[in-house]
């Protein structure tokens, strides 16, 4: 067992058991196929035969994993650590000493009171250490000094309620064998009232498991009840209620712990009381904690030291020592995600990339452009270009990303960066992820450079071979200074001259591969990514803070707003009356289809059988073209060219139009099962019309009874601006659901959220950038670079299940 694995699988074990067992899903694999896969290798030949047994039975163990219940998943996790731990170094247990002061890398066992019954415990939280148990935070709090009392509540307030167990009861439904119900009676003095919990599963009609359930809540414990009041058949009680315990034997001493009582993250068979104790122990391992923040920082910012907000984080004297104490963990937490994503941008500047030409910014070329526009830029794009050029003018590499909602003029700032570079006597590389897209682009950069004298080429996978052959000489020659293309540019054909900068669009479509082999084309090239699914900042700054991220936040002047409205299926036929119409007018629609992702014949047989209803059934009369995945792409460009010469009237599509197609006189985009798709790809689907003179409409019709999914199409009803519509999808799906496939890379933040705090993220980012102005190596801050390393380490240590 080499030593790398070994981290590998530990670490991905300690995360599962960290989240509760889950059954987390990593990059590629799920926690536990990952696991399967993983024992399904011979066991190493030093094992004793006990422990080789145990691992030919792991990979059965863990393909069953999904439908063992959580005392037995964490078993099983916790048996699996015990395995591949490397044999322990014999060694006397170290002594209890309670005038010793315990330090943050002392296992929890070192502090009196806890012994190994209770570390086992806390192990199964992750929490092995004094400064683990320091670092594990409260989700919530239960403030003591708000709570009512049973006989004071009435329907449709929410409150919190505090009281003793009188009974506890945990059977499943003799009619419904999916169902299984806790029954909990909790009197506070004032009267008593009955709460239920639901679980729904088979796996929860497990004898065992409800049993361990119930323990959890024996007579006499003390629960904060949280939640909305309603009225049952018995009586007022809480709709689907938060029940907390807070201890299991009797009372909260108050003068203990403070009004203010700590909820923390709990696992199977590990009690509150144990957590809570186990923190309080610690505490004074808090206090000898040297801040690694000076002391000036403290009080320019209004932040804690670090001793006290660790104490208030954990045991508040009231909200607002709470409050402080988190904006000090929050500031934290960026602070340190954000000095480390900048030193590995310097790092990797200092190793990979060195010295850039510096660009002549200011010249003939960009001059002339800019008395051809046939518009005035938008403030958003002078600002945007002159943050590009700044970069262009430096001897660094630049790495920015342009960031605009569909028709922002995104393209007139890819033009100026490319002219900048062909009049400092560079090449240029403008790449795009589908044909369509990359032929849009050559076709604008024709019509302007064609008056500059400046050649233009266009290579895609269908470039025949023979100007192909002609196209690649000039442009080894430097005779051909601009290339527009898709992924084609990336083929070891392709070689440049001298390649000075490469512009990607929707560069999220490309892989970090890809635009790596791109830019070894050239020595150093700038590089300028755009996308036109912008992300909230957070995330930018989160996930991108080793690039810079410019933002054209304003659209040209004169585009009407689209029309949006949400349709049920029941309007069906009133929305396709209303396409009529608008066909009559001599417009065009689009009919988008989701895809349906289990199965690709299944997406082309919805697309073929939606596309043969509307031309037989619906629309007899008019004509109704298709597009989908599976066309080849020679295909594909005849329909797109039949509906922009409006030679069909409806074009029947999967989300393959998604980026690129321009059809001004397109006016109605009907999207079938809205609900479906995230905010940010139905903005840009929307954002396929709108686009010439006429007033546009966006028709979401969805299938969903879920309130939740109805308020967030709503939002796209409310707001037409890419940036505040990504700003709600972060608020209501949370980053994860936004970035979809571009999560890895996303930061495990214990207690920051990247949707309310985004000020501080702005803050600890500049922060951390003057920092590295002033002390780029931090020489003269030790503790800081220290911190940041442990960090960085232990955030790559997180990724690896990713
Ligand atoms: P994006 O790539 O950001 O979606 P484009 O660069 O394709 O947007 O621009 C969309 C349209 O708006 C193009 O027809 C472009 O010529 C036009 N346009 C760009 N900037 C302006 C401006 N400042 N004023 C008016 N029209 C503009
Ligand atoms: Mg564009």
């Avoid at 190994?116 to 939280?125: V, Y």
């Avoid at 984080?313 to 409050?323: Q, R």
């Amino acid at each position: 067992m080499d030593d790398e694995w070994r981290t590998r699988i530990t670490q991905a074990l300690r995360v599962e058991a960290e989240k509760g067992f889950p059954n987390l899903q990593g990059n590629r694999y799920r926690f536990a196929e990952f696991l399967a896969l993983t024992f399904s290798e011979p066991a190493p030949p030093h094992l004793p035969a006990q422990e080789r047994n145990l691992w030919s039975l792991l990979p059965t163990l863990y393909r069953r994993y999904d439908y063992l219940p959580p005392e037995e998943r964490a078993h099983l996790v916790h048996r699996t650590r015990h395995l591949i731990e490397p044999a322990p170094a014999p060694k006397t247990p170290p002594k209890k000493n309670r005038s010793m002061p315990v330090g943050l890398a002392d296992p929890l066992t070192a502090l009196a009171g806890i012994g190994p019954k209770f570390a086992l415990q806390l192990e199964r939280l992750g929490l092995k250490t004094v400064g683990d148990a320091l670092r594990y935070y409260p989700r919530d709090y239960v403030d003591y000094s708000r709570r009512t009392t049973i006989k004071q509540i009435k329907e449709g307030e929410s409150v919190t309620l505090m009281g003793k167990v009188r009974r506890v009861n945990c059977f499943t439904s003799p009619r419904n064998k999916k169902l299984t119900i806790l029954d909990l009676t909790v009197g506070d003095g004032s009267g008593q009232m009955k709460v239920s919990q639901f679980f729904r599963g088979q796996q929860f009609a497990h004898i065992g498991w409800q049993q361990k359930l119930k323990q959890g809540y024996p007579i006499g414990a003390t629960v904060a009840l949280s939640g909305l009041v309603k009225t049952s058949k018995y009586g007022l009680t809480l709709d689907k209620p938060e029940i907390e315990v807070l201890a299991l034997d009797g009372d909260i001493h108050s003068n203990t712990i403070g009004r203010i009582v700590p909820i923390y993250p709990l696992a199977e068979g590990v009690s509150v009381t144990v957590v809570r104790e186990a923190i309080r122990a610690c505490l004074p391992a808090a206090h000898a904690l040297q801040d690694y923040f000076p002391q000036s920082w403290l009080t320019r910012l209004d932040l804690p030291s670090l001793p006290q907000a660790l104490l208030d984080i954990h045991f508040p004297e009231d909200s607002a020592h709470g409050d402080r104490a988190r904006r000090r963990i929050v500031f934290e937490e960026f602070f340190f995600l954000q000095l480390g994503l900048l030193l590995r941008r310097e790092e990797r500047r200092r190793v990979e990339r060195g010295q850039a030409v510096p660009f002549q910014t200011q010249g003939a070329l960009i001059e002339q452009f800019y008395h051809m526009l046939p518009f005035q830029l938008t403030r958003a794009q002078q600002r945007v270009i002159a943050e590009v050029l700044d970069d262009l003018s430096a001897p660094k590499p630049m790495n920015r990303l342009v960031q605009g909602d569909v028709g922002s003029g995104k393209t007139v700032v890819a033009v100026a960066a490319i002219l900048a570079a062909l009049q400092s006597g560079y090449q240029a590389a403008f790449m795009a992820p589908t044909e369509v897209l990359a032929e849009q682009h050559y076709r604008k950069l024709v019509a302007w450079f064609a008056l500059m004298h400046q050649p233009v080429e266009l290579l895609t996978g269908s470039t025949r071979s023979g100007p192909r052959r002609e196209m690649l000489r000039q442009l080894a020659t430097g005779e051909l200074s601009v290339l527009v293309g898709t992924h084609a540019l990336i083929q070891q054909t392709v070689q440049f001259y001298n390649l000075g900068l490469v512009v990607i669009d929707e560069q999220h479509r490309f892989g970090v591969g890809q635009r790596a082999q791109l830019q070894h084309k050239g020595r150093n090239p700038d590089l300028l990514t755009m996308t036109a699914t912008p992300i909230p900042r957070t995330l930018a700054l989160t996930l991108y803070g080793d690039l810079d991220v410019s933002e054209i936040d304003e659209l040209p002047p004169g585009r009407q707003p689209i029309q949006t409205t949400i349709l049920t299926p029941q309007q069906r036929a009133q929305a396709y009356q209303f396409c009529a119409r608008e066909i009559a007018q001599g417009r065009q629609v689009y009919v988008v289809l989701p895809l349906v992702e289990e199965s690709e014949k299944v997406d082309l047989r919805s697309a073929l059988e939606e596309h043969h209803r509307l031309q037989h059934e619906v629309f007899p009369q008019l004509r109704v073209g298709l597009l989908h995945g599976k066309m080849k792409s020679a295909e594909k460009d005849l329909v797109l060219t039949q509906f922009r010469q409006h030679q069909l009237d409806i074009l029947v599509s999967t989300t393959v139009i998604e980026v690129g197609v321009d059809v001004p006189n397109a006016t109605v985009m009907l999207i079938e099962h809205a609900e479906r798709f995230g905010l940010a790809q139905l903005h840009q689907l929307r954002g396929r019309v709108g686009r010439g003179a006429a007033q546009s409409y966006c028709l979401l019709m969805h299938y969903t009874q879920s309130e939740a999914a109805q308020q967030r199409l709503q939002v796209l009803v409310n707001f037409q601006d890419g940036f505040a519509i990504a700003e709600m999808d972060l608020r209501l799906r949370g980053p994860g659901a936004v970035l979809g496939t571009r999560q890895s890379g996303l930061p495990d933040l214990a207690l920051s959220s990247l949707s309310t705090d985004q000020q501080t993220l702005t803050l600890a980012r500049q922060e951390a950038q003057h920092l590295l102005q002033r002390d780029p190596a931090l020489k003269d801050h030790p503790l800081l670079h220290q911190e940041v390393q442990r960090r960085l380490e232990k955030q790559l240590g997180a990724q690896v299940l990713n």
